[in-house]
């Protein structure tokens, strides 16, 4: 059973920097593409970055170059270390594992930017 759990979420100021941890288990992590996507209220879920089997890495235009995508096999983990954070940046954030043509996401950890 495919089971992705977020964490790492919090309250900080314009400026900041901030890491996600997202934390796989019921498949071979390393093995397949896995993403970040965030959410705010009244709107689909938008692609953040994505990190694939060959540790290719692409992000969305709005973070690319303060965001960073990286995981750690054997703690079968993946990050966003999340820099330079912006107010347009708040959203809930989600992790999500595209595993042997099913797509599998976590309960999400809720990121605030703001003054």
């Known amino acids: 059973q495919v089971q992705l759990v977020e964490s790492g979420g919090g309250s900080v100021q314009p400026g900041d920097s901030l890491t996600l941890s997202c934390v796989g288990s019921?498949?071979?992590?390393?093995?397949?593409?896995m993403f970040w996507y965030r959410q705010v209220p009244g709107k689909g879920r938008e692609f953040v970055a994505e990190?694939?089997?060959?540790?290719?890495?692409r992000y969305a235009d709005s973070v690319n170059g303060r965001f960073v995508i990286s995981r750690d096999i054997d703690r079968k983990t993946m990050f966003l270390q999340m820099n330079n954070l912006k107010p347009d940046d708040t959203a809930v954030y989600y992790c999500?594992?595209?595993?042997?043509?099913?797509?599998?996401w976590g309960q999400g950890t809720q990121v605030t930017v703001s003054e």
């Open positions: 999500r594992a595209y595993v042997d043509i099913q797509t599998y």
């Open positions: 019921g498949f071979r992590f390393g093995h397949y593409i």
């Open positions: 990190i694939t089997s060959l540790d290719g890495t």
